[in-house]
T-cell receptor, first 114, second 114 residues
Framework: SQQGEEDPQALSIQEGENATMNCSYK?????LQWYRQNSGRGLVHLIL?????REKHSGRLRVTLDTSKKSSSLLITASRAADTASYFC??????????????FGQGTILTVHP | DGGITQSPKYLFRKEGQNVTLSCEQN?????MYWYRQDPGQGLRLIYY???????QKGDIAEGYSVSREKKESFPLTVTSAQKNPTAFYLC?????????????FGPGTRLTVL
């Protein structure tokens, strides 16, 4: 099963509304990252939050991390039509392998209607 | 401009043929990765390379091969042994694979088996 699982699978909102996406994972992590993918394109890194951090901001993005619940959320405030994309969380395991492996979830498809 | 390039953007293969996907980066990154993405799914790791002349299998390496003769280049060959190769292939790089940090992605190659 996926290490990171996003919820909801799809989200449809109006421009100006806030969008919240959640990610749950199973093992201890070093960090958790959020990426964005426009249809048919590569992924773009949005934000990285380390296991000892609880909240991080970047522009209209706010990410929270609750390691006790093994979950993270991505909030996009004042959404725009240009935010329409798929959003993926990716986790980096805390131990075991020594390389920078990321495990990706299945993503949330966000549609922002103008 | 620094970045990762992948070519071709679209590739068609007949059954039984091997095909090679190109990935080049000028970011001076040590680590490079190949992922496969199926429709509506997250990314799955095929192979990764931490340094020149070294590479390791990821989660779904069967039917694929790679080489890392130069720091800038990490080509992926999809062999005839790969039973279901139709997918979107993404290449990525990161500064140092010892720490799971930000990965930078190319635009992807869409492979279709005819």
């Amino acid at each position: 099963s996926q290490q990171g699982e996003e919820d909801p699978q799809a989200l449809s909102i109006q421009e100006g509304e806030n969008a919240t996406m959640n990610c749950s994972y199973k093992t201890s992590i070093n960090n958790l990252q959020w990426y964005r993918q426009n249809s048919g394109r590569g992924l773009v890194h949005l934000i990285l939050i380390r296991s000892n951090e609880r909240e991080k901001h970047s522009g209209r993005l706010r990410v929270t991390l609750d390691t006790s619940k093994k979950s993270s959320s991505l909030l996009i405030t004042a959404s725009r039509a240009a935010d329409t994309a798929s959003y993926f969380c990716a986790t980096a395991d805390a131990g075991g392998t020594s390389y920078g492996k990321l495990t990706f979830g299945q993503g949330t498809i966000l549609t922002v209607h103008p | 401009d620094g970045g990762i390039t992948q070519s071709p953007k679209y590739l068609f293969r007949k059954e039984g043929q091997n095909v090679t996907l190109s990935c080049e980066q000028n970011l001076n990154h040590d680590a490079m990765y190949w992922y496969r993405q199926d429709p509506g799914q997250g990314l799955r790791l095929i192979y990764y390379s931490q340094i020149v002349n070294d590479f390791q299998k990821g989660d779904i390496a069967e039917g694929y091969s790679v080489s890392r003769e130069k720091k800038e280049s990490f080509p992926l060959t999809v062999t005839s042994a790969q039973k279901n190769p139709t997918a979107f292939y993404l290449c990525a790089s990161s500064i140092d694979s010892r720490v799971a940090d930000t990965q930078y992605f190319g635009p992807g190659t869409r492979l279709t088996v005819l």
